[in-house]
């Protein structure tokens, strides 16, 4: 009986040693990442605590009289006090909500309210008529210099003819917020489809690609970042304008409050408002830095 001879499997080859040198080089590229991030925000928090430092032992030592720089402690309290019920003063039996009859967030979010629908019409309308101007052009030479000249105006040089026009309540703040925010999405929107390469367009057009086809897979992508960089702009700008449009008649407002408290000589409480507005406008930031990276993670790179 003959016995057939066995053939044992060779073993599965192993990474070869250029994937393992280019995988280590990604992990230290990785890690390097880390450690800069970390070092970046272990700066800002050393620098932060500095500043707070800095700030408590000025007031301690009565450099600077409490009227024009509360000690933290004071400012944490009257940010306190504006989110809680309380006595309307010292021994009343009287209790009121918050300051000037609404929480310090409920004067928050009537401020992101007013912001969120002028800015959100501005974002819906501006880059078509953006798109518009930037294609067709007898479109840009007639509304190009009209776009400029609001451009150039100070929002709240025409905050009064708005008032007259819509009244005192929120529907002139919105209309502000609306032509404040604008002009910088619709110069942004320009600008994006005229740097579109031509040699992209032309590359679509030789695939046998039709009109909607350069739309879709050239100007819309090349232009997207351009776009979210003037709505960037826009709401950055606008943040600002609300926050003083709310001077009139902006009760609830956290720009209103603000205002309001420092004629009362509630100092601690305008900069517990001056640091909320400034927190709002960072995160306000990096919300829209985050959609721009979750929405055309291709910028930069081509």
């Not at 990604?26 to 700066?43: F, H, N, S």
């Not at 928090?45 to 009227?67: N, Q, R």
């Not at 306190?80 to 918050?98: C, D």
């Not at 942004?188 to 086809?213: E, P, Q």
Request: with cysteine; proline share 7%; hydrophobic share 50%.
């Amino acid at each position: 009986m003959s016995s057939t001879p066995t053939t044992t499997a060779a073993p599965p080859a192993g990474p070869s040693k250029a994937a393992l040198a280019e995988q280590r080089t990604v992990d230290r590229e990785r890690r390097a990442r880390r450690r800069a991030a970390a070092q970046r925000y272990g700066i800002r928090i050393a620098s932060l605590v500095v500043v707070l430092l800095l700030w408590w032992l000025v007031t301690a030592a009565g450099w600077i009289k409490p009227l024009y720089l509360p000690s933290p402690g004071a400012v944490w309290d009257a940010f306190v006090r504006a989110n809680s019920i309380h006595p309307v003063s010292e021994g009343s039996s009287r209790l009121v909500a918050g300051e000037q009859g609404y929480y310090l967030w409920q004067h928050l979010l009537a401020s992101l309210q007013r912001m969120a629908i002028g800015v959100g019409c501005a974002i819906l309308l501006a880059p078509l008529l953006g798109f518009l101007m930037a294609t067709i052009k007898p479109i840009g030479l007639i509304v190009e210099p009209y776009l400029n000249f609001l451009r150039a105006l100070p929002p709240l040089g025409y905050i009064g003819i708005l008032i007259v026009w819509f009244g005192i309540g929120d529907l002139s703040k919105v209309w502000l917020l609306f032509l404040a925010a604008f002009p910088p999405i619709t110069m942004a929107t320009i600008n994006g489809v005229r740097s579109v390469r031509a040699d992209r367009i032309n590359a679509v057009k030789s695939l046998g690609g039709n009109f909607l086809d350069v739309w879709r897979y050239v100007i819309l992508p090349s232009t997207a970042p351009d776009i979210l960089n003037g709505i960037r702009i826009a709401i950055g700008f606008a943040w600002t304008t609300v926050v003083a449009a709310e001077l009139n008649a902006g009760n609830p407002g956290i720009g209103y409050l603000a205002y309001i408290s420092g004629t009362e000589l509630q100092t601690p409480l305008t900069i517990a408002c001056i640091i909320v507005i400034g927190i709002a406008a960072i995160l306000l930031d990096l919300l829209v830095k985050g959609i721009e990276n979750l929405v055309v993670p291709w910028r930069g790179k081509a």
